[in-house]
């Protein structure tokens, strides 16, 4: 059984920053294709950045590139998001999602139940 366990949001004042956590089980990690999701309340989901099985490259919405960064460790089936410079528009659930044959923003297979980050003015 997959499992994907988001971890490291909370509660950080405007200009802060954030390092959340997936951890994953149950699935070969180092052949997945991790994204990073979130969705505000009464919007819809939107991509936040994903990165390459291998870690061998990222890729950004433009809304967080230069403020957000994705990493990965397969040795312990862990990626992870790095959030700098945080504004309240930031402010929403994150998902992180994985996917065999995913392209960068589409097509992911499992996702996780999400971590609340919230950013005071």
């Not at 998001?81 to 065999?100: F, W």
Request: glycine fraction near 12%.
């Amino acid at each position: 059984q997959v499992q994907l366990v988001e971890s490291g949001g909370g509660l950080v004042q405007a200009g802060g920053s954030l390092r959340l956590s997936c951890a994953a089980s149950g699935l070969t990690f180092s052949l997945y294709r991790m994204g990073w999701f979130r969705q505000a309340p009464g919007k819809e989901r939107e991509f936040v950045g994903a990165i390459r099985s291998t870690g061998s490259s990222t890729y950004y919405a433009d809304s967080v590139k230069g403020r957000f960064t994705i990493s990965r460790d397969n040795a312990k089936n862990t990626v992870y998001l790095q959030m700098n410079t945080l504004q309240p528009e930031d402010t929403a659930v994150y998902y992180c999602a994985a996917g065999r044959q995913s392209t960068w923003t589409l097509g992911y297979d499992y996702w996780g139940q999400g971590t609340q980050v919230t950013v005071s003015a």
